[in-house]
T-cell receptor, first 112, second 115 residues
Framework: LAKTTQPISMDSYEGQEVNITCSHN???????ITWYQQFPSQGPRFIIQGYKTKVTNEVASLFIPADRKSSTLSLPRVSLSDTAVYYCLVGNRGSTLGRLYFGRGTQLTVWP | IAGITQAPTSQILAAGRRMTLRCTQDMRHNAMYWYRQDLGLGLRLIHYSNTAGTTGKGEVPDGYSVSRANTDDFPLTLASAVPSQTSVYFC??????????????FGPGTRLTVL
C-alpha cells in the first residue's frame, strides 16, 4: 500500500498561489490520488482526485507527473478561508478499506 | 438532506465507563468508517463497514467495537474507556465499497474526553 509524505505545515499570504506536494514513491499502476481539506472543528471534505497529468475543478488543480511518484495540489490566489489541513490519499478500487491512510496532512496557514 | 449526523457533540467520561458514539447517515451509502483524530497524528481509521452486516478493523481498532445492523447506522462502542481514548471521533461514509476512489463524506465529529 502506497503511503504518502507531505510537509507538516506551509504558510502563505492572501492572493498567492499555493502548491502542496505529496510524495508517494510506491504508488501502484491502478492507484488514484485524492486530496481532502479539513477546516478547524469540521470533518474533512473531498477537494479533487486524479490519475495522471492534470485535473482542475472550481477549487483546485492537481498536477501529476509522468512517473506518478508525487502529486501537487495547487490552490490559486488563496484567501484566509483556505487556512486548513490538506490530506493526500493514494489507493485504488482493490485496496482494502481497512488500510485507508490519511496521515498527518499539511497545515496551510494563510496570512493577511 | 442532513448527510451524516453524530451524537453526542462532546462528552466527558470517567475512565472505565462504557460509551457508545452514534453515527447516522441518510445518503444510503454502503460503506461507513470511524476515525479518530489526535494532535500530531492526523486521522487514523478505527473500524469500517463495507455494507450492512459486515465490519472490519482499521489501523487502531483495539478498545473499540462496531456494529452495522442496517445501512444507516454505525455505532462505535468503547467498552471500558481509558484516558488514551481522549480524541475527536469522526464518522464517514462513501457510496460504494471503494473508499479510495469514492468520495468520503464526514460527520461533524464527537469530542470525547476520558478522565
Amino acid at each position: 500500500l502506497a503511503k504518502t509524505t507531505q510537509p507538516i505545515s506551509m504558510d502563505s499570504y492572501e492572493g498567492q498561489e499555493v502548491n502542496i506536494t505529496c510524495s508517494h514513491n510506491n504508488i501502484a499502476t491502478n492507484d488514484y490520488i485524492t486530496w481532502y481539506q479539513q477546516f478547524p472543528s469540521q470533518g474533512p471534505r473531498f477537494i479533487i482526485q486524479g490519475y495522471k497529468t492534470k485535473v482542475t475543478n472550481e477549487v483546485a488543480s492537481l498536477f501529476i507527473p509522468a512517473d506518478r511518484k508525487s502529486s501537487t495540489l495547487s490552490l490559486p490566489r488563496v484567501s484566509l478561508s483556505d487556512t486548513a489541513v490538506y490530506y493526500c490519499l493514494v489507493g485504488n478500487r482493490g485496496s482494502t478499506l481497512g488500510r485507508l491512510y490519511f496521515g498527518r496532512g499539511t497545515q496551510l496557514t494563510v496570512w493577511p | 438532506i442532513a448527510g451524516i449526523t453524530q451524537a453526542p457533540t462532546s462528552q466527558i467520561l470517567a475512565a472505565g465507563r462504557r460509551m457508545t458514539l452514534r453515527c447516522t447517515q441518510d445518503m444510503r451509502h454502503n460503506a461507513m468508517y470511524w476515525y479518530r483524530q489526535d494532535l500530531g497524528l492526523g486521522l487514523r481509521l478505527i473500524h469500517y463497514s463495507n455494507t450492512a452486516g459486515t465490519t472490519g478493523k482499521g489501523e487502531v481498532p483495539d478498545g473499540y467495537s462496531v456494529s452495522r445492523a442496517n445501512t444507516d447506522d454505525f455505532p462505535l462502542t468503547l467498552a471500558s474507556a481509558v484516558p488514551s481514548q481522549t480524541s475527536v471521533y469522526f464518522c464517514a461514509s462513501s457510496d460504494s465499497l471503494w473508499g479510495y476512489t469514492d468520495t468520503q463524506y464526514f460527520g461533524p465529529g464527537t469530542r470525547l474526553t476520558v478522565l
